[in-house]
């Protein structure tokens, strides 16, 4: 059976980080698609001893600070 995540990725000087958020699951890579790759054996090999409860998909938005430059 097939789930479908989300993955957060942020660049971290030459790396890309991935994150599951629904799991928690963290990886990286040199590219986005090799984090995402990374992420979903990651995720894979967690879920095997880890099995997942129903979760829900969480939501992104955005919002805005002031920051003293």
Excluded at 20 to 30: F, N
Excluded at 54 to 59: D, L, R
């Amino acid at each position: 059976m097939n789930k479908l995540f989300t993955a957060v990725i942020h660049k971290e000087e030459n790396l890309y980080v991935a994150e599951c958020p629904e799991v928690g699951t963290v990886s990286q890579g040199t590219t986005v698609e090799e984090a995402v790759k990374n992420l979903q054996e990651a995720t894979e090999l967690y879920l095997e001893e880890f099995p997942l409860k129903e979760t829900q998909h969480p939501f992104l938005t955005t919002f805005e600070v002031t920051v003293n430059a």
